[in-house]
């Protein structure tokens, strides 16, 4: 994987063929841990005018219409006043080639639900995987253009040092591969938006705290230190997708850098974070990332249609505010979530989280005010009836076979660093038209005849 990417964009062949240089195992450089951020810089995309509008089809369980539900929410507990709100641009060809295959683009970029059926795209439906979970449907290919544009505007925002934070809740889309659509993401806007930090930093680390198994993402940079990717999720009973199983560390260059949590069904707020908290203090200590993505997959909430845990939505929340307290630049995405009045809590809850706000938790009134009833409420209770089958015994056998392949590294990676080139979007500014222009402007050769 990795190869073939347009030219002049960062793809993974550049990044898989980056040297490791070892820094000492006691070194905490660029780590620093804080229980209280302040005032954070916090931008947020969203695109109210098309997002909410797309539609999978009758019966399917990916409503994009929750987007529109969140965005209500944020609007409604006046969120929006505390960050910069963008609508994201859509994602060029040119940057979406940055990962995916040439062919599968150009597939997306054709298709339609009218032609979808004839010869010339009835083999590729095939060979793309799209098709029941990964329908084509209307405006599909603007669809992943403005969800990847979302990822990877917000990572350029943290790059240029324009916000500590950056939100695309139509993002985290990470089970895509580079030539297949799959569990219903088509263009892996995660991959894109990491491949941006990866412009200007060594190393990135990849959180998934989806209920299921993040393995867009994994693939797509398992060969190579400069990313660490972990994920919690559900494994194990033919549970999609089937991977993530604890003993998959990474290979080559990237073996040890993969990090996987499998856990059973009906884990609660206490069981997950006995395993989550010391998991990631170990990660953070070992790898000393520069940048952070989260995806924050609300399918592991409990009474999720598709999900079989057992979470409130502010236990959800205390993961991703535990990671902001490294005080890192921080790409924050949604994902799965499939009770969409479930998901609209928990990402606006998540959004309060960035912004250091306190929500009532009696909801205000919004455009969606009786997808919340009957109570009405911010929270998200957890089940009592549902049993957790992640004994103490389970969590601490993970976290050990966790523990023994980060003792495996000989400390955090580093790369050789070169001058990073401009971004595609850069606009240079234009000077004074009423200044006078400096003694060495070009001339044009036709103004000078003898």
Known sequence: EGEGGAEGLPTLGPVLLLGPRRMSAGSTSGLHVSSSAGKRRVCYFHDADHMGSYYYGPG??????????????????????????????????????????????????????????EHEFARQLQRFTVGDDCPVFDGLYDYCRLYSGGSIDGAQKLNAGLADVAINWSGGLHHAKRTEASGFCYVNDIVLGILQLLRYHARVLYLDIDVHHGDGVEEAFYTTDRVMTVSFHKYGDYFFPGTGDVKDVGVKSGKYYSVNVPLRDGINDESYSRIFLPVMQKVMEVYQPSALCVQCGADSLSGDRLGCFNLSARGHADCLKHMLSYNLPTLVLGGGGYTVRNVARCWTLETATILNEDLSEELPWNDYYEYYGPDFSLKVTPSAAMENLNTRQYLESVKQQVFDSLRMLQGAPGIQMEKVPHDIETVTPEGDPDARPPSDSREHPAEHYD
């Open 60 to 117: 399917h369980p990916m409503k994009p219409h929750r987007l529109q539900m969140t965005h209500n929410l944020i609007l409604a507990y006046s969120l929006y006043k505390k960050m910069d709100v963008y609508r994201p641009h859509l994602a060029t060809e040119y940057e979406m080639l940055g990962f995916h295959s040439p062919e599968y683009v150009d597939f997306l970029r054709r298709v339609t639900p009218e032609n979808q059926h």
